[in-house]
């Protein structure tokens, strides 16, 4: 069996794809994986890691207005449809699964050229242009949202590493705190902005710092790969541990009792996944996606949510505080926002992709 990924451009689309291929190697020892991907995108480097075959396409960004650009874009279309149907072409693939991202379109029509059956996964409550696009051209489409509007879509949930879905927070979390050089008996809040950081984060949880220092609350702040703090906090217990970037989110997870974060898809689902409560500030620009990826773990009482305009060090010290100042009210927040995480999606994904394929070889 030899399966194609098609997802770029961001960990949001790379991600669920990779969960997928290791859930589809667990099932299948011997199935061929090939991801395709543009020179790009995080794939170049996240791919490879996780040691999966990687081949590149050309990228063909879609205008969101007339313009000048917009001319050039059936040609190079043409170009990156070929690159992908050839690469279908040598490894012989029995099915196509598209997350989405610029690879995706081409992707979905060299698929259809070759008469490579279609599997469409779409992790966010509003979908990009290209599953769009391939959800119609084939009747199996997936969904990581339950309101997600794409034609015979079918919710599953969005596939994550098995890290996460096998994390049992309560049984690490002494181990997790002393990674990071935390205490392991305080409140802990972590505070993220997600892969790239968010300085709005950023700036109102330093400042809340020597309030909730005071009240025995211990913070893991990542801060993002590309940022820097204006002013570090004074070091002082308890401690507030600042660091650029973590490659073990499992243990961070397990570390904290409470989470202020962003409400990416990814996000919400690995939160709801290991059962940890969180305040969500959506991103203040784009389509209003992150807002609906959060919005029914709040209405659940797994989560708080607040603007980003509106995210303050006082309202931190006024809604954050008191949560983790309260035990009974995390471990209440915990259970509602566990019972909103799906740990499955990956094999119930990898299973239908796999009996998709079987039913295109006998056709």
């Known amino acids: ?160 590493r098995r890290e996460i879905v096998g994390l049992d927070r309560l049984s690490v979390g002494d181990k997790a705190r002393s990674w990071f050089g935390l205490e392991a008996d305080l409140p802990t809040l972590l505070v993220t902005g997600g892969s790239q950081g968010a300085r709005s984060l950023n700036q109102a949880a330093l400042a809340a710092a020597p309030v909730l220092r005071r009240a025995g609350v211990q913070v893991l702040h990542v801060i993002g790969p590309k940022n820097t703090l204006e002013e570090e906090p004074p070091p002082g217990d308890p401690q507030y541990v600042v660091l650029q970037y973590v490659d073990r989110m499992d243990l961070a997870y397990a570390a904290a009792d409470f989470a202020l974060c962003r409400s990416g898809a990814m996000t919400c689902a690995e939160l709801t996944a290991v059962g940890l409560p969180a305040a969500y500030i959506p991103l203040p620009h784009g389509n209003g996606e992150q807002r609906l990826n959060a919005e029914p773990i709040v209405q659940a009482g797994g989560g708080l949510m607040v603007d980003d305009a509106d995210l303050t060090p006082e309202w931190i010290i006024q809604n954050v505080l008191p949560i983790l100042s309260d035990p009974e009210r995390v471990v209440t927040m915990s259970e509602a926002a566990s019972r909103m995480g799906r740990k499955d999606a990956d094999v119930t994904l990898a299973r239908r992709v796999l009996q998709i394929a079987a039913e295109g070889r006998g056709r």
């Open 1 to 160: 069996m030899r399966v194609v990924l098609a997802g770029g451009g961001t960990a949001g689309h790379i991600e669920p794809a990779l969960a997928l291929a290791d859930a589809l190697r667990r099932l299948d020892p011997n199935i061929g994986i090939t991801c395709l991907g543009t020179e790009r995108g995080l794939e170049t480097r996240l791919v490879p890691a996780r040691g999966y075959e990687l081949q590149l396409v050309p990228a063909v960004p879609l205008p969101r207005a007339i313009t000048p650009q917009l001319l050039s874009v059936p040609g190079r279309l043409a170009g990156a449809i070929n690159a992908a149907a050839g690469i279908m072409d040598r490894v012989q693939a029995d099915v196509l699964v598209g997350f989405g991202g610029y690879v995706a379109t081409p992707a979905y029509l060299a698929a259809r050229r070759r008469g490579v059956p279609i599997v469409v996964h779409e992790a966010n409550p509003r979908p990009g242009l290209a599953n769009r696009l391939g959800a119609r051209l084939t009747d199996h489409v997936f969904t990581g949202h339950q309101n997600t509007p794409l034609p015979r879509a079918e919710h599953v949930g969005i596939p994550l």
